[in-house]
């Protein structure tokens, strides 16, 4: 479910298919939960290296991708670069605690992120971006 410009809920079209990428497993379960309330359907990956497989790998392909910014192995500026290299055209959000610094921002934007989120997300920061996602 998504909401309408006047905020009412309302059914999503097709089913939307994302893409979480996170170490933090409280983060990761946050992010199911709100995508699972909005009618979508998730899978996680635990780090960029992940993401990069499941795509590479598993030919998998998502509406939207949620990332973290800081992870090991590689990082979410790192695999956005990456994922946008491998013609991976999903909507790419950032996530992190670090959106209020312009500069940690603007590093994560130019790597090919769509949007870039604060922590902690919520419904209400996501819908809008999802509104739009399934509009286009």
Do not use: W
């Not at 192995?73 to 992190?96: C, F, N, Q, W, Y």
Request: charged fraction near 30%; glycine fraction near 6%; charge should be positive.
């Amino acid at each position: 479910m998504a909401t309408n410009s006047m905020g009412n809920i309302q059914k999503i079209k097709k089913k939307l298919k994302v893409l979480i990428v996170d170490d933090d497993p409280l983060n990761l379960k946050i992010h199911e939960k709100i995508i699972k309330a909005i009618g979508g359907i998730s899978q996680t990956a635990r780090n960029g290296e992940e993401a990069v497989i499941i795509h590479r790998d598993g030919g998998s392909s998502f509406d939207l991708i949620l990332m973290d910014k800081e992870m090991p192995e590689r990082d979410g500026v790192s695999t956005t670069k990456k994922l946008r290299e491998m013609k991976v055209k999903s909507m790419i959000v950032g996530v992190t605690s670090l959106a209020d610094n312009e500069e940690e921002r603007r590093a994560f934007m130019e790597a090919g992120l769509n949007h870039c989120l604060a922590k902690p997300l919520t419904k209400d920061k996501i819908i809008p971006l999802i509104n739009q996602l399934m509009d286009a």
